[in-house]
């Protein structure tokens, strides 16, 4: 193990996890395809929030869908569920 | 109550679940994670993903670790140190559930203690490799069980486990699936409700361990549900009788029989499954699927009183 990761007395104590995970940008994993929300369509019936695995889709200030491009994974499932076709998978 | 940076894979069913549960909730709520794809996806050292108290244990004890938090819990508010006792709420993977942690399980559910146990089952131990467990439906592929020229997959059939907790006579046991998160959020409400143990059942769809398309996450779990592979339904004791009822749109195809699609729609669209349609269709390893899928609703329709 290299000598710049910290020894066991600087961990925790218990290995209690102290930091949160948004410092992790998911967002870098999507492979080629991100979802765009068409603000025409949307009617802000917030399915992708609900369904998002990523947390990375809420509600803008008009109630229209917006993502998170830090975290979007770019499964695409919020462009499937929608109802009314209102993201589209868009390449990067 | 998930923060974001969850390092899931993409269209992952589990952080989707544990993030629908945690909306549900309306109290404060303690959360209890057996080892598993979750629990390691949430807890990088040194990051956590959990805006709750969560604590992790080994694989087999996720309901003992509940039993010890609940009784805890109640010792404060007995002294007055706390005003009320947080929910707690199980999250555990099948190899925990089905496997490893059914003594635990089953002890907790033997002994009362108040907690709702939801299992996201996605069918094998997904977290080290996609080995097979209990949970893992017939002829279906895995690391462990490999399709080949003699062997098609899993031989042995998924383990009915929600109705042998239900069989631990539990004031509330129900199944749940990500396609309708309504059903999903209104069951873990009922389940925390409740005064004693209850259990959740949750399909959890694997993209990367049933080999489809990450978009395809909630689309899988809906046909399940369809198909009557995953009946969704509710249920509980009253005067010494299981009262189990129908939810959603198994109801729905209880009512009307023709709704129920065959098993083949589930199957075709997995790649653990490609092995019964390529190089050439294994017709009657497909009727099998179809009869266990017809024996088991039948059993559930005769339970729900609708035969």
Redo the contacts between chains.
């Keep these: 193990m290299s000598s710049s990761l910290p020894g066991w007395k600087e961990?925790?104590m218990g290995?209690v996890?102290?930091?949160?995970?948004?410092?992790?940008?998911?967002g870098e994993?999507?492979?080629g395809f991100r979802p765009v929300v068409k603000e025409e369509k949307c009617v802000g019936c917030a399915m992708c929030v609900?369904?998002?695995?990523?947390?990375?889709m809420g509600l803008g200030e008009e109630g229209k869908a917006q993502v998170?491009y830090?975290?979007c994974?770019?499964?695409?499932?919020c462009?499937?569920?929608c109802p009314y076709g209102a993201i589209e998978?868009v390449p990067e | 109550m998930?923060?974001?940076?969850?390092?899931?894979?993409?269209?992952?069913?589990?952080?989707?679940i544990a993030?629908?549960v945690l909306?549900a909730a309306r109290k404060p709520v303690v959360v209890v994670s057996a080892t598993g794809c979750l629990e390691v996806a949430?807890?990088?050292?040194?990051?956590?993903?959990w805006k709750v108290p969560w604590i992790h244990n080994a694989f087999e004890n996720a309901a003992a670790t509940a039993s010890g938090v609940e009784a805890a819990y109640k010792a404060l508010a007995k002294k007055g140190l706390i005003k009320e006792v947080p929910d707690i709420v199980v999250l555990a993977g099948d190899g925990g559930t089905y496997d490893i942690g059914f003594q635990s399980l089953s002890g907790a559910l033997e002994r009362g203690h108040d907690f709702l146990y939801v299992l996201y089952d996605n069918e094998a131990y997904m977290n080290t490799g996609i080995q097979r467990s209990g949970g893992t439906p017939r002829y279906a592929w895995t690391t462990t069980c490999p399709a080949g020229e003699v062997l098609k997959g899993k031989l042995e059939a998924k383990k009915p486990i929600a109705l042998i907790v239900a069989e631990h006579r539990i004031p509330y046991v129900a199944t749940a699936s990500?396609s309708e998160?309504h059903d999903l959020i209104r069951k873990v409400r009922r389940g925390l409700e409740v005064e004693g143990p209850a259990f959740l059942h949750v399909i959890c769809p694997c993209?990367r361990g049933w080999r489809f398309?990450?978009?395809?996450?909630?689309?899988v779990a809906r046909l399940a549900v369809k198909t009557c592979f995953f009946p969704l339904w509710e249920c509980r004791w009253e005067d010494d009788d299981m009262v189990l009822e129908l939810t959603g749109p198994s109801k729905l195809i209880a009512e009307v029989p023709e709704l129920k699609l065959p098993v083949e729609a589930y199957l075709a669209i997995q790649g653990r499954f490609a092995h019964l349609f390529r190089p050439k269709r294994m017709e009657p390893l497909i009727r099998q699927i179809q009869a266990d899928v017809d024996a088991n609703w039948k059993l559930l329709l005769r339970r729900a009183g609708m035969a």
């Design positions: 961990l925790p290995g996890a102290f930091r949160p995970s948004t410092d992790i940008k998911t994993w999507r492979l609900v369904l998002c695995p990523d947390m990375a998170n830090d975290y994974k770019g499964c695409g499932i462009a499937r569920e998978m | 998930l923060h974001e940076g969850v390092r899931t894979c993409s269209g992952c069913g589990a952080s989707l993030k629908l909306k949430t807890s990088i050292l040194p990051y956590t993903s990500p998160p993209p398309d990450p978009s395809l996450s909630v689309e």
